[in-house]
């Protein structure tokens, strides 16, 4: 072990314990309870204080690889520490793409990931490169993660692709090209298509967030722009489009029915608001046809899109309608209330 990692990974270790103890400690008090992952970011935070990290060495951003740059007072080095949570019981997530992983100046990073989908919810550590267990293209070359992965086994070094995160420009293009068995120079967007029915369900869940974040317009059943853009940005096919955002029906939720949109986005508004952060200002401008660059700005403005594009069923009036507190209410009225109220939820669980 070398003097910088003997220095910081045992406060590290320490951390995730502190974070585990946090965890089954408030799993025992109140049951099995969906935690978000800006909640768990914050428990991080406050466990890494805890374990004896200084306030004043950590640099916390949600918008940037990793999620938090711990700088070492005396020597100036740096160690970044990613954060993931996973609602399923098994130790894999989507990471971030390549690009982005390789926007940082530190001297190692750290994956810390809380696992929530068996009996109690447990956390782990794990060097970053030692975990990436697959690179694959969605709408950019983006790594897949695996701390369950053997010593020696991840994808780098069974690739010899060791250096991988050390390159940039033109050499990073030519590996990744090679990694991908692909000469094509635009490799990202013209590769082999896959059909949206093979991919696995956090994938699927992947591009549900990724079109609401980046096509509000779906919420009024204009997949026009949400189409091409799977099929030539992330070289994905989909038969029927609407299903994505619409299969299921109507869902009744917090004293109200809502359609079937309505409901996924209340469900997964942790991880559209996660896109959202991360929309390049290019993406902004292309996708939302504005200028707006702060956190706060982007929801205010994603919501307004939402409630401009929203389209609401007759059927969802007539079930509304159906409900004591929509008693007397003429149909505009109910329209009006069921899209104020959805647009409310959205932003109290942001």
């Avoid at 466990?47 to 990290?53: D, P, R, V």
């Avoid at 447990?122 to 993660?145: A, N």
């Avoid at 853009?229 to 939720?253: K, P, Q, T």
């Avoid at 929203?310 to 009036?317: A, D, P, Q, R």
């Amino acid at each position: 072990m070398c003097d910088k990692e003997s220095k910081y990974l045992p406060l590290l270790k320490n951390t995730v314990q502190n974070i585990e103890n946090n965890l089954q400690e408030k799993f025992q008090k109140s049951g099995k309870e969906k935690v978000k992952g800006t909640e768990f970011e914050e428990i991080v935070q406050d466990a890494l204080i805890k374990s004896g990290f200084h306030k004043e060495q950590i640099t916390h951003s949600s918008q940037k690889f990793p999620d938090f740059v711990i700088t070492d007072i005396e020597y100036g080095y740096k160690i970044g520490v990613e954060v993931k949570k996973t609602d399923s019981n098994k130790w894999e997530v989507i990471g971030g793409s390549v690009f982005e992983s390789l926007k940082n100046d530190v001297e190692d990073t750290y994956i810390i990931m809380g696992k929530f989908g068996g009996d109690r919810p447990e956390v782990r550590l794990k060097r970053y490169k030692d975990c990436l267990q697959d690179l694959r293209v969605t709408h950019s070359p983006r790594f897949y993660l695996d701390l369950d992965i053997p010593d020696g086994e991840d994808y780098l070094t069974r690739n010899r692709a060791e250096e991988l995160l050390n390159l940039s420009g033109d050499e990073l293009n030519r590996k990744i090209r090679q990694l991908l068995r692909t000469n094509k120079s635009t490799w990202w967007s013209e590769g082999e298509t896959i059909s949206y029915a093979e991919l696995s369900l956090e994938e699927k869940n992947m591009y549900l967030c990724d079109g609401m974040a980046l096509f509000p317009e779906v919420f009024g059943c204009d997949y026009s722009n949400f189409t091409p853009w799977l099929v030539y940005s992330c070289l994905v096919w989909c038969g029927n489009v609407r299903d994505i955002f619409s299969a299921g029906g109507i869902e009744f939720y917090q004293d109200m029915y809502l359609s079937a949109i309505m409901y996924r986005a209340v469900s997964n508004i942790d991880k559209i608001v996660n896109r959202i952060e991360s929309m390049s200002n290019e993406e902004v401008l292309k996708y939302w046809k504005c200028d707006v660059q702060t956190r706060e700005e982007r929801i205010e403005k994603w919501t307004e899109l939402v409630k401009e594009n929203i389209k609401i069923s007759n059927e969802l009036i007539g079930k509304n309608k159906s409900l004591e507190r929509f008693v007397g209410m003429n149909n505009e009225k109910v329209l009006e209330k069921i899209i104020e109220e959805f647009v409310d939820m959205l932003k109290e669980n942001i």
